[in-house]
Antibody, heavy 121, light 110 residues
Framework: QVQLVQSGPEVKKPGASVRVSCKAS????????IIWVRQAPGQGLEWVGW????????RYAQRLQGRVSMTTATSMNTAFLELRSLTSDDTAIYYC??????????????WGQGTLVTVSS | QSVLTQSPSASGPPGQRVAISCSGS????????VHWYQQLPGTAPKLLIY???QRPSGVPDRFSGSKSGTSASLAISGLQSEDEADYYC???????????FGGGTRLTVL
């Protein structure tokens, strides 16, 4: 069965960087994109970006451009999210999900369990 | 401020029908498909409806979706207590070149 397992919680100081991993199993990792979504405490969902493991193409949310990087290690079936110059506004649960596309739309059926990133001095 | 607009809350008694709306623009809902996600407290979102009106396997037919112009709607009939959750709409936005979400609607079953 398809599973996405994320790395554990992180606590970082303002200005630092964080890297979150998302290990996939149960399907051919290179065949599907991975998206990242975050959710600040008590807030709604925010799309962070999308990476295609098969060619490395990425799309980032405009408001995070310059601070965010997404990569994959196909040999490890793992996707990575790095966020730099952290502020308290980046405190959130970060989710990865597999991208499925059909009928002209792309959506997310399989999700990781989420990784809490806390930014605090 | 979310790109897609949802009412913050909705409610209804068990067995009732409730509709949750999602309003956007020509760059998102008007030209791309809409998807709906259900999020129970403390859990990851779950896909409820994709491509405007399609249900993934395992989602009860009490849940249905529709789209007209730049708006979309999620209907839940025969409300049950386990339907209490947050519901989010999502779509691709051509201007932002990324996916956008609604702010979420918290459903309370009275």
């Amino acid at each position: 069965q398809v599973q996405l397992v994320q790395s554990g919680p992180e606590v970082k100081k303002p200005g630092a960087s964080v890297r979150v991993s998302c290990k996939a199993s149960g399907y051919s990792f290179s065949n599907s994109g991975i998206i990242w979504v975050r959710q600040a405490p008590g807030q709604g969902l925010e799309w962070v970006g999308w990476i295609a493991p098969y060619n490395g193409n990425v799309r980032y949310a405009q408001r995070l451009q310059g601070r965010v990087s997404m990569t994959t290690a196909t040999s490890m079936n793992t996707a990575f999210l790095e966020l730099r110059s952290l502020t308290s506004d980046d405190t959130a649960i970060y989710y990865c999900a597999r991208v499925d596309c059909s009928g002209g739309g792309c959506y997310w059926v399989y999700w990781g369990q989420g990784t809490l990133v806390t930014v605090s001095s | 401020q979310s790109v897609l607009t949802q009412s913050p809350s909705a409610s209804g008694p068990p067995g009732q029908r409730v509709a949750i709306s999602c309003s956007g623009s020509s760059s998102n809902i008007g030209s791309h498909t809409v998807h709906w996600y259900q999020q129970l407290p403390g859990t990851a979102p779950k896909l409820l409806i994709y491509n405007n009106d399609q249900r993934p396997s395992g989602v009860p037919d009490r849940f249905s979706g529709s789209k007209s112009g730049t708006s979309a709607s999620l209907a839940i009939s025969g409300l049950q207590s386990e339907d209490e959750a947050d519901y989010y709409c999502a779509a691709w936005d051509a201007n932002l070149n990324g996916h956008v979400f609604g702010g979420g609607t918290r459903l309370t079953v009275l």
